[in-house]
Nanobody, 119 residues
C-alpha cells in the first residue's frame, strides 16, 4: 500500500519561508509527475506546481518566482516545495500528488499539511 506523507507545514509570518516535503512509502513504479496542490477554506483545490521525471516544471501564476518545486528520483520518491515570500493568500492545506499515466497507472494523494501565513 502506497502512502504519501507531507511535512514542513506550519505557521509563518508574511514574507517568511517554508519548505514542504512529501515522501512516498511502499513499492511503486516510477513516478511520472509529482505535484503540489492547495486548498484554501471555501475554495477549490488548485495546482501550485508540478514536476515531471525529466525535471520539467510548471507553476501557478500566483507562485511563480516565489515557489520552487524539486524532486528526488532515488529509491525514496520525494518531492519538495520551497516557498519564499509567503503572503496570507498562500494560507491553505497543501497536498502532494504522485501520478503515473503509463502501464501500471496510479494517482496517489497525501493527507495534506496546513500552511498558515499570518502576523
Amino acid at each position: 500500500q502506497v502512502q504519501l506523507v507531507e511535512s514542513g507545514g506550519g505557521l509563518v509570518q508574511p514574507g517568511g519561508s517554508l519548505r514542504l516535503s512529501c515522501v512516498a512509502s511502499g513499492s511503486m513504479l516510477p513516478v511520472e509527475t509529482m505535484g503540489w496542490y492547495r486548498q484554501a477554506p471555501g475554495k477549490q483545490r488548485e495546482l501550485v506546481a508540478q514536476i515531471t521525471r525529466a525535471g520539467n516544471s510548471n507553476y501557478a501564476d500566483s507562485v511563480k518566482g516565489r515557489f520552487t518545486i524539486s524532486r528526488d528520483n532515488n529509491a525514496k520518491n520525494t518531492v519538495y516545495l520551497q516557498m519564499n515570500s509567503l503572503t496570507p493568500d498562500d494560507t491553505a492545506v497543501y497536498y502532494c500528488r504522485f501520478e503515473r499515466a503509463r502501464i501500471g497507472r496510479y494517482d496517489y494523494w497525501g493527507q495534506g499539511t496546513q500552511v498558515t501565513v499570518s502576523s
